[in-house]
């Protein structure tokens, strides 16, 4: 796939107008940098930080149906959500592997989803093969609705910077009609980070205005733009999963960890009987943290042994900018799961010592 074959967002131009280092992403020319991944990884956790998500999918829902539909493909009670509510849910296949992680939004009158970029169009084929015998409507809204992250612990002073009256008063995983700046938008406490901040989406017609009028409220206030590669560091030290590494089709949520996602005794959606088998016995595998001695860095696919026995893998591993130390997630054998247990990471044909932890690595201090 060439830089031409490559999907763009409204923002293209503006990210390489500011120096954007642009790679291949799920499909999209998006920004890995701009300066340097720490630089900007210490920008989100002590000030501001924007991301351009608009790669990301979103999918409006409505007819009278909808409700009962999103219940159907989704492991989360979608029947219980409130107007102005965000909630964290799976697709899972028959068998309870996952298609994709994704947020419902609940708003007056339709529900949304947001959904990883790479997974747009198969989440959109799964939809559609599904949506038989319920009368609703899905509108592939990513172009014509780009989205905005402004994540850190100075996103609420950005916005009261744009005049935005409801944001201090949102509740975390919540979304309502604002306006931001002068602009008519979808306002979410949402984000990807570990921190605070907010999400914006708005008409593609006034993104670029809107983007230029966070910026400069943003200033005075230390913002800086934000690329996928702190975006992973970031994630990866609040221990979010992300798709094609702690998630995938042969990996269902019970075994990832993602429980309060799936409500078993709720609606009977798609993989619920698979999943409810496994509730029943102990997943063989547990999703863990690692520490590491040292700054080696364990890659995804490096293996976790004790003595001469592989015991588990890899999936995302750093260097951590907030707590400098070498961090890493993987799937282990439930026996080596315990917080605190040596193990080994073979790293390139050395091994590394490590020790299990607690998850998430990084927990932002509450004021």
């Known amino acids: 796939m060439t830089d031409e074959t490559l999907l763009q967002t409204i923002f293209h131009d503006w990210h390489v107008a500011q120096g954007g280092r642009m790679v291949e992403f799920g499909g999209w020319h998006m920004p890995v940098q701009y300066s340097t991944i720490v630089d900007e990884h210490n920008a989100v956790r002590n000030a501001l930080g924007l991301f351009d998500v608009a790669h990301m999918g979103r999918l409006r ?13 989704l492991t989360n009670d979608v029947t219980k959500l409130q107007p102005g509510q965000v909630r964290y849910s799976l697709v899972t296949n028959e068998a309870g592997g ?19 970029a790479s997974n747009r169009e198969k989440i959109l084929a799964w939809l559609e093969a599904h949506r038989s015998g319920f009368d609703v409507t899905i509108d592939d809204r990513t172009q014509s609705h780009p989205m905005i992250a402004l ?26 009609p604002a306006t931001v700046g002068g602009f008519d938008v979808l306002l979410s406490r949402t984000g990807y ?19 230029d009028r966070i910026c400069e409220a943003g200033k005075p206030l230390g913002l800086q733009p934000a690329g996928l590669g ?6 990866l030290e609040a221990a979010m999963p992300l798709y094609g590494h702690e998630l995938d089709e042969q990996t269902d949520p019970l075994t990832a960890g993602l429980g309060f996602g799936v409500k078993l005794d709720a609606g009977d959606f798609i993989g619920r009987d698979a999943l ?56 282990v054998d439930r026996r080596y799961s315990d917080t605190g247990l040596p ?22 201090p509450r004021g």
């Open 343 to 364: 193990l080994e990471i073979d790293i390139r044909g050395k091994r590394v010592a490590a020790r299990t932890v607690d998850l998430p690595f990084y927990r932002r």
């Open 230 to 235: 702190c975006r992973d560091t970031l994630r």
């Open 151 to 176: 994540q850190g612990p100075k996103a609420i002073d950005l916005m009261r910077a744009l005049d935005c009256e409801p944001a201090a008063a949102m509740k975390y995983y919540s979304v309502t």
């Open 193 to 211: 980070t570990g921190e605070d901040g907010f999400e914006v989406i708005i008409e593609s017609g006034q993104a670029l205005a809107l983007l």
């Open 61 to 73: 829902f409505d007819g009278p149906d909808a409700c009962r539909f999103l219940d159907h493909v």
């Open 98 to 116: 996952i298609l994709d992680d994704v947020l419902v939004y609940r708003l007056d009158d339709s529900y949304m989803l947001v959904v990883n």
């Open 276 to 331: 409810l088998k496994i509730r029943e016995t102990a997943t063989a595998r547990v999703r863990v943290g690692l520490k590491l001695e040292g700054r080696r860095i364990a890659r995804e696919g490096a293996a976790v042994v004790v003595g001469d026995d592989v015991v588990g893998e890899v999936t995302s591993g750093t260097f951590s900018p907030s707590l400098e130390e070498s961090i890493a997630m993987a799937y």
